[in-house]
C-alpha cells in the first residue's frame, strides 16, 4: 500500500506541525467520511422506528455494522454493544461485571499501567468494598504471568488488562492470559481501544469475555465505541449502567446513532483490510525514527523493542527539561508526553513510573504516535529537530 493511494487529510494540515500524536486520535479517513454522509441527511432515522422505511433503513445499517465489527473479532454480532467510547465500554465492562457477580466474589485484578478508564473504575469500586490488586509490571511493561497467577484468589470474579498501552505501545500476552483466566474460571476483560484494527484480535482464540473498543483510535469518528460481552461459554451476565429505552438488549440505554456506528464499521473494515501492508511501513518508519534520535546520546527506548504496536516509539532524554523539551518542539511536531486524557496532569506519567523510572526521566520522555498520514520525509524532519532541541537544551539544563 503506496502512501499516494491513501485518502489524505485536507491540504490545509500542509503548514501546521507535523501530526506525531496518533495515540491520542486519528483524523477520520475521507472514505469513513463518505459512508457516514448520507446517515445524517438521507437516511436519518431512528433505529428503533420500526414501523416506516426511515427506521428500518435506519435499521439495517446499524445491523451490517455490528455484522461487520463482530467479524472483526470472530464474535456474534448479538455480542457487540454499542457505546459512547471505550471509557464507557471500560465502565460498563468493570462496574456491570462487579454488581453482577458480587454474590460470587468480590475481588477484581488489574495492571498499574492501565488507562485512567480502567483505574478510574477501579477505584470506584474499591471504595464500594471491593477488593483491587493492581500488578506491577517488568521493566519493558510486559506483565509476569506468574504475578497474575499468584494474585488469583478463590473470590477472584474479573481480570482486567488492557491489549495495547496507549502510552508505551506494548503487547500484553493476552492469549496466555485469557487461558489462565478460563482454567481458573475468572472473566477476562480487555481494553483494545489501541489495538483494534492494528493487530489481529480474535476473541474465540484469546478467550476474551469482554473487550473494548472505539473508532476514533483508527480513522473513525469520535463519540462512538463498543463492549464485547461473550453470550457462550461462558455467558457473562452484566447490570446496566444506563437504564431508559431498552437498547442494546437493555444493557446499553440511549438512542443509536447511526452515522457514528457506520463510521465505526467502515473504519474497522479500511483498518483490517491494511493492517499487513500498514504495519510493516509503520514499523519501518519507527524503526528509522528510532535509529535517527539516538544522535542524542542518553536516550532510553520506554517498552517492549518489538512487543509493541507499530506505530508506537516512546522515549526518554536524560539531563532534559520535559517541558522545556515539548515547548522546544511546539512549532516542528504535534505530540504527547503521556495520555492525552492526562495531560492536564502536572504528575509524571504513571505508566513511566511503573517501569522504574524517576520522575526527571518520565517528565523528559515523549511519546511518537506515527499512524495511515504519516511520511517518511516527516519523521527525517522530526528526528533532526528532536536532535537538535534536545542538544540545545542539556547544557542549560537544570536537571541532574
Not at 432515522?45 to 465489527?69: C, D, F, I, M, Q
Not at 464485547?228 to 444493557?251: C, D, I, K, N, W
Not at 491494511?274 to 532510553?300: F, K, P, Y
Amino acid at each position: 500500500m503506496e502512501i499516494e493511494n491513501l485518502a489524505l487529510p485536507p491540504a490545509s494540515m500542509a503548514n501546521r506541525p507535523i501530526y506525531l500524536d496518533y495515540q491520542a486520535t486519528t483524523p477520520v479517513d475521507s472514505r469513513v467520511v463518505e459512508a457516514m454522509v448520507p446517515f445524517f441527511t438521507e437516511h436519518f432515522g431512528n433505529p428503533a422506528s420500526l414501523t416506516h422505511l426511515y427506521g428500518w433503513e435506519a435499521e439495517a445499517a446499524v445491523k451490517r455494522a455490528r455484522e461487520t465489527l463482530a467479524a472483526a473479532i470472530n464474535a456474534s454480532p448479538e455480542e457487540i454493544i454499542f457505546t459512547s467510547g471505550a471509557t464507557e465500554a471500560n465502565n460498563l465492562a468493570l462496574k456491570g461485571v462487579a454488581e453482577a457477580y458480587f454474590s460470587q466474589g468480590r475481588h477484581i485484578i488489574t495492571v498499574q499501567t492501565e488507562h485512567r478508564a480502567v483505574l478510574a473504575p477501579c477505584a470506584y469500586l474499591e471504595s464500594l468494598g471491593f477488593a483491587l490488586t493492581y500488578l506491577p509490571v517488568q521493566a519493558d511493561g510486559l506483565l509476569d504471568l506468574n504475578t497474575l497467577e499468584a494474585a488469583l484468589r478463590p473470590d477472584t470474579i474479573l481480570v482486567s488488562v488492557m491489549a495495547a498501552n496507549n502510552e508505551i505501545g506494548v503487547l500484553q500476552p493476552l492469549a496466555d492470559i485469557g487461558a489462565l483466566c478460563r482454567e481458573r474460571g475468572v472473566l477476562f476483560h480487555s481494553d483494545a481501544a489501541q489495538a483494534i484494527g492494528k493487530i489481529p484480535l480474535d476473541v474465540q482464540a484469546l478467550q476474551i469475555d469482554l473487550l473494548s473498543l472505539t473508532a476514533h483510535k483508527v480513522y473513525g469518528p469520535k463519540g462512538i465505541g463498543a463492549l464485547y460481552v461473550r453470550r457462550r461459554q461462558p455467558r457473562v451476565s452484566l447490570a446496566p449502567q444506563l437504564h431508559g429505552g431498552g437498547q442494546e438488549r437493555g444493557l446499553r440505554s440511549g438512542t443509536l446513532y447511526p452515522p457514528q456506528i457506520v463510521g465505526f464499521a467502515k473504519a474497522i473494515e479500511l483498518g483490517l483490510a491494511e493492517m499487513s501492508t500498514e504495519r510493516d511501513r509503520l514499523t519501518d518508519l519507527r524503526n528509522t525514527l528510532w535509529h535517527g534520535l539516538q544522535a542524542c546520546g542518553n536516550v532510553h527506548l520506554n517498552g517492549h523493542p518489538s512487543q509493541r504496536l507499530p506505530g508506537n516509539l516512546n522515549v526518554s532524554f536524560e539531563g532534559v527539561d520535559g517541558a522545556a523539551l515539548v515547548l522546544g518542539l511546539r512549532s516542528l511536531v504535534a505530540l504527547s508526553s503521556g495520555s492525552a486524557c492526562s495531560s492536564v496532569d502536572t504528575a509524571p506519567s504513571h505508566v513511566l513510573k511503573a517501569l522504574g523510572h524517576s520522575d526527571d526521566l518520565a517528565y523528559a520522555s515523549l511519546r511518537f504516535g506515527l499512524g495511515r498520514f504519516t511520511t517518511a520525509a516527516e519523521i527525517e524532519a522530526v528526528a533532526e529537530g528532536v536532535v537538535a532541541t534536545v542538544q540545545a537544551l542539556r547544557p542549560a539544563s537544570s536537571v541532574a
